[in-house]
Structures are given as structure tokens and as C-alpha cells.
């Protein structure tokens, strides 16, 4: 995965002069510095991602975007759970998604709320290659 980065707000990108909006660099130290619970869930996540391959987490004020070719999902910490934005081909029918919106006629956005470690489950993870494989 060849990455370009920005010169003047340092983050990485997968073009060469991608368009996007130069924000302050964050960490995923600091996006979870309060929100230790929170920390486990991304932890969780992250570990999972990184058995399908390289993985760049581009940490920001709102959370953390992670990136395969390109962006695959946003986790976002929240007051009282930690919110998953997976990028899917494909809508999913399952009362762990509390919205989805289709973006383009091969992704859609879907949210779930995670509040517990153990919810990144083999469901979760299925959905989490499904988002991997497709950002390629």
C-alpha cells in the first residue's frame, strides 16, 4: 500500500495530492486517552484487521478513519459507546446496524454501536473483511 503524505497537516493518503481538508494531526493514544473501555473495542478491531492485511489509521479530531486502498470504516468514540462506520458493498439486514445510507452504487454506509469488547464477534469480523476486501 503506497502512501502519499500531505506537506502541510502530515497525514497519509493513498493519491498523490488527494483532495481533502488539512486538519491537525491526532493520535489513537489520544483519541482513547478518557475512554479506556473504548480503547479495548478499537483494540479489538484493529487486531482483526491486521491479521487481512496492512492497515493506516489516520487519527483525527472526530476519531479514527482506517484505510485499506481506501477508506474501509470510522470509529468515532461517543459518549456512551463507541461507534463503528463500516463502508460495505452492500446493505445489511441486522438489528446491530442502527443506520444505513447507500453512498454510490457500489458502497454503503452502515453504523453500529459497539459498547463491549466482545461484541467484535465473528459476526463483526466477517463484516469488517467484507469492508477490507472491498476498499482494495
Known amino acids: 500500500m503506497s502512501r502519499w503524505t500531505c506537506p502541510r497537516c502530515d ?3 493513498g493519491k498523490a495530492n488527494q483532495s481533502h481538508v488539512c486538519v491537525p494531526g491526532n493520535s489513537v493514544e489520544r483519541t482513547f486517552a478518557q475512554r479506556p473501555h473504548q480503547r479495548e473495542i478499537y483494540d479489538a478491531i484493529i487486531a482483526h484487521l491486521r491479521t487481512l492485511g496492512p492497515v ?3 487519527a483525527v479530531k472526530v476519531g479514527v478513519f482506517l484505510l485499506h486502498e481506501r477508506k474501509l470504516a470510522e470509529v468515532r468514540p461517543m459518549a456512551r459507546a463507541l461507534s463503528l462506520e463500516l463502508f460495505l ?3 445489511l439486514d441486522s438489528p446491530r446496524v442502527t443506520r444505513q445510507q447507500r ?8 453504523t453500529i454501536r459497539l459498547t463491549e469488547a466482545a461484541q467484535v464477534d465473528g459476526e463483526l469480523c466477517d463484516w469488517l473483511a467484507e469492508a477490507y476486501f472491498s476498499a482494495a
Open 11 to 13: 497525514r497519509e493518503f
Open 56 to 58: 493506516h489509521e489516520d
Open 103 to 110: 453512498i454510490s452504487a457500489e458502497r454503503t454506509w452502515l
Open 89 to 91: 458493498p452492500r446493505p
